[in-house]
């Protein structure tokens, strides 16, 4: 998750001040509204679901894909992970995290379009990216809820806070832990949002190392794995992070880790003997506690100091800046 500043002028140093100062007296998110565009784009929300559920049904991964486009773009959700880099600017793309990663920027460009031809200049990219992840996780069976809308658009975006913030697939509890404590998540929130990770995959490079050198691992599980992932070569080959129902948005992700089926060392983490292990437990147990904890880390996570009022711009290509 590419964590954000929503002041683009302000000294690196101050930015993350600037964004836990705005978080703690809750100005910026004071302003949204879930009825934001109910008369000048009423039909913005259905445009967006359709879109979604007709990507969702092209391609399940897609739900995933989109979800993770929404957290690698936030704490600040501020569409700034949409830009491409030109001869004067470099976005978030090529990023460490987002390279060869991130992907659903053309079922943005589609939903931007449609929604510039019923009410142009008027819904945010940023706002979209906010509920097409909610409706991806609806059409791969998880629990809806209510998306605060009024994000504007960043004009601008870092490179380097996307590669310094969104925490490593080698991450360890503690800087697991640490990395959301920073932006005001606690490490139950922490293992919720991780509960992310029921559907979508990743790639050979992220858990290479963990297949073939770490411990806590189910033996038959790593040995499956080493078959699509070989010890050299291969970074890009896909394997699902929930080896259960990898297309359901259900709790088996917690029920693997306690099976030592993490697909990622950070996954594993959140159940290894540590002071999450409980909250894996309490998840993997109790499905609407966990779809109802994630639903509610989302809203925080989309209300964290979002650009409002006259900052920013509304894009009207997500690609570039106005």
């Not at 809820?145 to 080698?170: E, F, K, Y």
């Not at 709790?251 to 983490?269: C, E, I, R």
Request: aromatic share 8%; with cysteine; net charge positive.
């Amino acid at each position: 998750m590419a964590p954000k500043n929503s002041s683009s002028s302000l000294p690196t140093k101050f930015r993350f001040m600037f964004l836990l100062f705005s978080f703690l007296i809750g100005t910026a998110s004071a302003q949204l509204s879930s009825t934001f565009y109910a008369t000048t784009c009423p039909s913005a929300l259905s445009t967006i679901k359709s879109a979604v559920t007709a990507a969702v049904a092209n391609e399940k991964r897609m739900g995933a894909s989109l979800l993770r486009l929404h957290f690698h773009d936030c704490f600040g959700c501020d569409a700034s992970i949409l830009l491409d880099d030109t001869a004067t600017f470099t976005g978030e793309k090529t990023a460490n995290p987002n390279v060869n990663s991130v992907r659903g920027f053309e079922v943005i460009d589609t939903i931007k379009s449609q929604l510039e031809s019923s009410c142009a200049g008027v819904v945010s990219c940023a706002d979209i990216l906010a509920v097409a992840a909610r409706d991806s996780v609806v059409a791969l069976g998880g629990s809806t809820w209510t998306v605060q809308l009024g994000r504007r658009d960043s004009t601008t975006a870092s490179l380097s806070t996307a590669n310094t913030d969104i925490p490593a697939p080698t991450s360890s509890l503690s800087q697991l832990i640490q990395s959301f404590s920073n932006k005001g998540f606690t490490a139950k929130e922490l293992v919720a949002l991780s509960g992310s990770h029921t559907i979508g995959q990743a790639r050979c490079t992220n858990f290479r190392t963990r297949i073939y050198n770490e411990t806590n691992i189910d033996s038959s599980y790593a040995t499956s794995l080493q078959g699509n992932c070989p010890s050299a070569g291969g970074d890009n080959t896909l394997s699902p992070l929930d080896v259960t129902s990898p297309t359901s948005f259900d709790n088996a992700y917690f029920k693997n880790l306690q099976s030592k089926k993490g697909l990622l060392h950070s996954d594993q983490q959140l159940f290894n003997n540590g002071s999450t292990d409980s909250q894996v437990t309490a998840y993997s147990s109790n499905l609407q506690t966990f779809k109802t904890d994630f639903a509610n880390a989302m809203i925080k996570m989309g209300n964290l100091s979002p650009l409002t009022g006259s900052s920013g711009q509304i894009r009207t290509n997500c690609r570039k800046v106005n």
